[in-house]
Nanobody, 126 residues
Framework: QVQLVESGGGLVQAGGSLRLSCVAS????????MGWFRQAPGKEREFVAA????????YYADSVKGRFIISRDNAKNTVYLQMNSLKPEDTAVYYC???????????????????WGQGTQVTVSS
């Protein structure tokens, strides 16, 4: 089993920046692609960003392209989400997630993922 723990959420003003971290347990972190999702009250959980095992490929939702950057440090078992130019509509609980080592569906789909962190709250004031 893979255990994921997010941190770095908080309250920021519109236009500000925040950096989220997700630390994974285990000795095989580099074998997993990783993703970030978010969920606002009353809404479905939605895809934000994903990164391949080596970090060589990244994927972003249209709503965050040009503002958010996903990265990973396999030596530290950590994936990051750098969020810049934050908007009130970015307010949500942000979740780190990992798919199985061998997945056959898109990293953009939440059903692809098997492991989820507890979430960290991000609130952007206007």
């Amino acid at each position: 089993q893979v255990q994921l723990v997010e941190s770095g959420g908080g309250l920021v003003q519109a236009g500000g920046s925040l950096r989220l971290s997700c630390v994974a347990s285990g000795r095989t972190f580099s074998r997993y692609a990783m993703g970030w999702f978010r969920q606002a009250p009353g809404k479905e959980r939605e895809f934000v960003a994903a990164i391949s095992r080596s970090g060589g490929s990244t994927y972003y939702a249209d709503s965050v392209k040009g503002r958010f950057i996903i990265s990973r440090d396999n030596a530290k078992n950590t994936v990051y989400l750098q969020m810049n130019s934050l908007k009130p509509e970015d307010t949500a609980v942000y979740y780190c997630a990992a798919p199985p080592q061998s997945y056959s569906s898109s990293l953009l789909w939440k059903d692809t993922y098997s492991y989820w962190g507890q979430g960290t709250q991000v609130t952007v004031s206007s």
